[in-house]
């Protein structure tokens, strides 16, 4: 079943065209990858379907369309993101950090939830942290956490939520080889566990390891899209993405 599906997005920001006619879908169970270089329009997609930025284009998740609701609206609907630089809340602990994740503002608001399957109860916060492997963390305080712990809790928030699809902006940015293994297999159990990903890295190693199905953007334009096989031997990505790299590309051993 399709949960995200986008059709030919486009934004322009005062002349740069930051993205065209981008197509991508995220079904059941996906985890779908999202690369490119730097500047190629990854954010700036995450951005413009949560709704953060003006774009063209029809963005539909479990085919309601969302084309034209706020932000918020979108988060309600089931469209979680994270960004790039991780925001916790210091001096709280790991299960209040997932607990306060999502603030209704009226009874009526949060029967709604209720009524969507889309709040953050306890059982939904204890799934979380096991399928992101921070059970044992939870009464520790945001401040003691590694880099690559608070990454994870970043993540098991926005799952806390019950969303439909979660959106990682970079998630692995500033981890070291074996925290992106294991990092890539948390993501990959999130999906197996029914939530629809979409995973956004500059790097490959991770994203093919993990994807099953990956979309390369450069400047603004889908260059390649399919299963990480290949889009790995895919002339136009090896060009144009990674340049006189292309025998740096190797798998970070995380593949499920
Ligand atoms: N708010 C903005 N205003 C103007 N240009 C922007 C803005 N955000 C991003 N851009 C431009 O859009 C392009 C895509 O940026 P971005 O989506 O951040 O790329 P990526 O996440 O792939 O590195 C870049 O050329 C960037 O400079
Ligand atoms: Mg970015």
């Given amino acids: 079943?399709?949960?995200?599906?986008?059709?030919?997005?486009?934004?322009?920001?005062?002349?740069?065209?930051?993205?065209?006619?981008?197509?991508?879908?995220?079904?059941?169970?996906?985890?779908?990858?999202?690369?490119?270089?730097?500047?190629?329009?990854?954010?700036?997609?995450?951005?413009?379907?949560?709704?953060f930025v003006r774009c063209r284009g029809r963005v539909e998740l479990s085919g309601r369309d969302l084309s034209r609701l706020p932000a918020h609206a979108r988060a309600r609907r089931g469209l979680a993101r994270t960004w790039q630089s991780i925001e916790l809340f210091d001096d709280l602990t790991v299960w209040e950090n997932l607990a306060v994740a999502v603030e209704h503002t009226s009874v009526l608001e949060q029967l709604r939830e209720m009524f969507r399957g889309?709040?953050?109860?306890?059982?939904?916060?204890?799934?979380?942290?096991?399928?992101?492997?921070?059970?044992?963390?939870?009464?520790?305080?945001?401040?003691e956490l590694s880099h690559a712990e608070r990454k994870l809790v970043g993540v098991a928030r926005a799952l806390a939520a019950q969303p439909r699809l979660i959106c990682l902006d970079e998630p692995a940015a500033g981890l070291d080889t074996t925290q992106r293994a294991d990092l890539g297999r948390r993501l990959r159990a999130m999906a197996d566990g029914g939530t629809a990903t979409l995973l956004v890295d500059h790097d490959?190693?991770?994203?093919?390891?993990?994807?099953?199905?990956?979309?390369?953007?450069?400047?603004?334009?889908?260059?390649?899209?399919?299963?990480?096989?290949?889009?790995?031997?895919?002339?136009?990505?090896?060009?144009?993405?990674?340049?006189?790299?292309?025998?740096?590309?190797?798998?970070?051993?995380?593949?499920?």
Avoid: W
């Avoid at 197509?23 to 413009?48: C, R, Y």
């Fill in 118 to 143: 889309r709040v953050v109860t306890p059982v939904a916060c204890q799934k979380a942290l096991e399928t992101l492997g921070l059970s044992d963390h939870a009464q520790r305080l945001a401040t």
């Fill in 1 to 51: 079943m399709t949960v995200l599906s986008v059709r030919g997005m486009s934004v322009n920001f005062g002349g740069v065209q930051a993205l065209s006619n981008v197509d991508i879908e995220v079904g059941e169970g996906q985890l779908v990858g999202l690369i490119g270089p730097n500047g190629a329009g990854k954010t700036t997609f995450i951005d413009a379907i949560s709704g």
């Fill in 204 to 256: 490959m190693g991770l994203v093919l390891s993990v994807c099953d199905h990956v979309v390369v953007l450069d400047f603004g334009k889908v260059i390649a899209a399919g299963p990480p096989e290949a889009v790995r031997q895919n002339p136009a990505v090896v060009t144009a993405y990674l340049g006189g790299a292309a025998a740096e590309v190797v798998p970070t051993g995380a593949g499920s």
